[in-house]
Structures are given as structure tokens and as C-alpha cells.
């Protein structure tokens, strides 16, 4: 822990941050990133979280962050008392190398501490580093909205977790492949813990375009965060379909195969991967999430 910032030195976007939260929001944090190259620090600056949801007479905060795919080491924010809207302005400190600096993704942990000391998950943010240009002199806050981990257990295979939106005026479909958790990777000889996932748009079971995020490696619960844009005619929604293949990079250009779930109309699929096809449907122009059990069936 480097100590307390000064808040004056930090640049804050002008829009209703504090007060305007969406429907179903359990809580906002603020941060900044930057890196040092010379001496190869990751210095996070947690500002605050506004807008908890608990008990406002017994919540007592802490934020937890991890600097993934290591799980072993946490730092650890000063623990506020009886706030749901606690003000942290606190630095920390990760030596991390310039050259994995972009695989690797922040966590921040929203936590409250009982009278017991036990800890109870609020939320969480996910923040990869790969698309971030850090210097060391970036001082604009960013804001992310808690998201609630899952309470359910990994199936067999993984699951994944991805948006849908389509938009039928532009005749586009957008996937935002978010992440995966709980992938089974083969421990054969000649094959290495990475995974990527692929996107294929299909039409009356007939192949029309693929697209793949990068490879993520080492850890059974990849971020992915990639958007990626399918053409598709509004007539043609009730035909298509979308495969999601997790896939680990083997020996000799071979990859195999992890996981695999389809989203699509009625003609393909059922249950929760038909209900999210027609919760985009049903949505016009916004990103619906959700989260997909794996399977190994083609």
C-alpha cells in the first residue's frame, strides 16, 4: 500500500455518475490505473463505491483486488463503518511486468465484515488491462457498475458468459463474448492451458462466418471482453444461429474442443439459450446477459 491520493490530482467525468443508476444496480465503484515502466508497478487508486445495498445501519465495507490470473495475492482496502456509500481514496501497489501487464485483469471484491468477521460478497468489477494504454501520468477516474457473482457451481464443461443486442434497422447482431468460468482444459503432453473462444453465425445449419477473441492463458476462468458484429436481415432471424465453441490451442496448429453451447430461435434450441435469443428479440438495440452451461455435444 502506497498510502492515501489527493483527490485534486484526479480527473472525474462530467455526467451523473452519483446519481443516475440503472434499474437492478447493487453498487458503482471509482478507481485509476496507472504504470510505472521503469519500475514495472501497477498503481491502483480505489477513490470510492456509492449506492450498496444492505443493511445502511450494519454495512461495514472493504474492497478486496487481485491482479488476475493470480488468485494467491490480494491487497486489501481499509474496512469503512455503517456506510453503503464508502469513500476509500487509497493507492495500492502490483509489481507486474511490462510484458504480461496486458493479460492480466483487476479485480475489485466489494465485500462487508459481520460481527463475527465474516465476509459477504456485495459484488465485484472485472477490469482487463489489454485494451488500457496506462502511463504514469493518466489521472481520469473510471466507474464500473458491481456486478453479483454467481452463487451457482461450474457445470461439467464451464460455463460461458456473453450479450447479445440486435439491431434491425442496421440488420447487425452484436456478441460481447465476456467471460468463461470453470474450463476443463486437457492436461495431454504437447497441450497448454490456453483458451479462446469462437463465434460462428450459422443459417439453416449451413456455416456463413466465424470470428475468434485472442487466446487467454492460464487461468480455468477467462475475461475475454470482445465485441464483435455479424450481418444479419431481420428475415432471417428465425433460421439463424449462433455457436459459441471454447477451444484450447494443442499441438501442431490442432485445437480442441472445451465447451460449446448454441443461442438461436426455436428451430435449434430450447430452454435458457432460446430464452436469451428471444430476450434480444424482445430488446431492440440493448446488450442482454447472460450466462451459459457448456457442453461437449456438437
Known amino acids: 500500500v502506497l498510502g492515501s491520493i489527493n483527490p485534486a490530482l484526479y480527473k ?4 451523473n455518475e452519483e446519481t443516475d443508476f440503472p434499474e ?11 504504470y510505472e515502466h521503469e519500475t514495472e508497478r501497477l498503481v491502483v487508486s480505489l477513490i470510492k463505491v456509492r449506492n450498496l445495498h444492505f443493511n445502511p445501519d450494519s454495512c461495514n465495507p472493504f474492497v478486496k483486488m487481485h491482479l488476475l490470473p493470480d488468485e494467491r495475492r490480494s491487497l486489501q482496502s ?3 463503518r455503517k456506510t453503503l456509500n464508502p469513500q476509500f481514496d487509497e493507492n495500492f501497489v502490483f509489481q507486474v511486468s511490462g ?18 468477521k465474516k465476509h459477504h460478497l456485495l459484488g465485484q468489477v472485472l477490469f482487463p488491462l489489454k485494451n488500457e494504454n496506462l502511463t504514469d501520468d493518466g489521472k481520469l477516474v473510471i466507474w464500473r457498475d458491481l456486478e453479483q457473482e454467481s452463487s ?17 434497422y442496421l440488420g447487425r447482431l452484436t456478441v460481447v463474448v465476456l467471460r468463461a468460468k470453470g474450463i476443463q482444459f486437457q492436461e495431454d503432453r504437447g497441450v497448454v492451458s490456453s483458451a479462446f473462444v469462437k463465434v460462428s453465425l450459422m443459417n ?28 444479419l436481415e431481420q428475415s432471417e432471424l428465425d433460421t439463424a444461429s449462433l455457436s459459441f465453441s471454447i477451444l484450447q490451442n494443442a499441438e501442431g496448429n ?24 428471444n430476450e434480444m428479440l424482445n430488446k431492440p438495440k440493448e446488450l442482454v446477459k447472460r450466462w451459459h452451461a457448456l457442453s461437449i455435444s456438437t
Open 12 to 15: 472525474y467525468p462530467d455526467d
Open 24 to 34: 437492478g444496480n447493487i453498487g458503482r465503484i471509482w478507481f485509476a490505473v496507472e
Open 204 to 231: 439453416h445449419n449451413r456455416f456463413i462466418k466465424s470470428k475468434k477473441t485472442a487466446v487467454v492463458l492460464g487461468t480455468p476462468n477467462p475475461v475475454y471482453n470482445e465485441t464483435f458484429s455479424f450481418k
Open 99 to 116: 510484458k504480461t501487464l496486458h493479460q492480466r485483469i483487476l479485480r475489485f471484491s466489494v465485500y462487508h465484515v459481520d460481527k463475527i
Open 152 to 168: 451457482e457451481p461450474p457445470s461439467e464443461y464451464g460455463d460461458i458468459q456473453f450479450s447479445l443486442s440486435y439491431n434491425d
Open 254 to 277: 490442432k485445437t480442441a474442443l472445451l465447451g460449446r453451447v448454441v443461442v438461436g430461435p426455436y428451430m435449434y434450441t430450447r430452454g435458457r439459450e432460446l430464452e436469451h435469443w
Open 78 to 80: 481499509k474496512t469503512k
